[in-house]
């Protein structure tokens, strides 16, 4: 009997060995597999912010009207719901956030007056609102996004476009048709912005709600007075002459195609209004931007129209509606619009 009880214990001890040794086994190879299925918690995005087509935007010393003064940086995850936001940062570039892995819609506002709440959904950011009173020459809103997959750490660029376009005038001649009024002195007394919106979505999808300077008729003092109006310019053009000092204003982007003129008040396209002394009366051109020929009619965010050419050919109108008159003719005065992208510089010319 106890040789036989030796035998079985034997046999047992050799089973309770291998079960261990199996069992240690698959330990050992979960142990092993877990860092190639462990998900990081956390990764780190770093995220720098530049106007497409250029390496960065200029330094906060620049007095451009590309100049970056701040940036804030919001994130919204899959669920398209709000994961972190950055406050406002003054570098633009190696902004770090520790986010978690998965796909993300990054937002950037740049040169933003005030730190922005921003809304837990992505849907309503997008509608979020930027004003044209948010803006200076030398601060101006500019806003971009990017989708990235994030698995791992990684970096992001962030391209940035002004919400606003640059109109810019740098010359007005006069050649006047009918020698009768050639000889009577005239001045440029100040130029102006006319039917202006005031706002726009972050995505310049929807039309604005609020307007400045309707049917040219300026606010006493006049809103956005820095970027709408060059006043006490007190210049004399006389015939055959030209005036050849640059003026520069800023807009938001105008997205209405039919123009309406004169009469009650309803939407209508941006315009430039030249205001000037003849003959003892004030006279008014309204150059309309970027003018009705058969291209692009409406007026885009982060472009340059460039008027050029601006030919006065007979007095301005004196009328009640002249800064928007019912009926616009071209026999007062013609000229060119050039048109660009901000960054690139790319042009085409439009002629009226």
Known sequence: ???????????????????????????????????????????????????PGTKALVAANDTSDKKFNNVQVFVYNSAQELERSSGV?????????????????VWAIVNAPEEITAPSKLADFQVFRSHLSDNSPSSLVMGGTQVINLVTNSNLTVNVK?????????????????????????????IYMSNVAADCDILCMTYPTEWLCKMGELASPPACADLLV??????????????????????YPNPITVDKNGGEWGARKTRLILECTYNGKTCYYPVTIPGSSAGVSTLQRNKVYKITELTLKRPGSTEKDSKDPEVSSDSDFSFNIQVSDWETGATYTEQF
């Open 162 to 190: 002004h919400y606003a376009s640059k109109i810019v005038i740098d010359k007005i001649s006069r050649k006047f048709t009918d020698t009768h009024y050639s000889e009577i002195p005239m001045t440029i007394n100040r």
């Open 230 to 251: 060059d006043s006490g310019i007190d210049a004399s053009l006389p015939e055959n002459g030209s005036y050849n000092t640059s003026h520069t204003f800023y807009v």
């Open 1 to 51: 009997m106890k040789k036989y009880n030796m035998k079985c214990n034997n046999a047992m001890k050799t089973r309770i060995i291998l079960f261990a040794a199996i069992a240690a086994l698959c330990a050992s190879c979960a142990k092993d597999a877990e860092p190639v299925s462990a998900v990081p918690e956390t990764v780190e995005l770093k995220i720098d912010v530049c106007e």
């Open 89 to 105: 940062k003054t570098t633009r570039s190696g902004i770090s956030l520790s986010l978690v892995p998965g796909t993300k819609t």
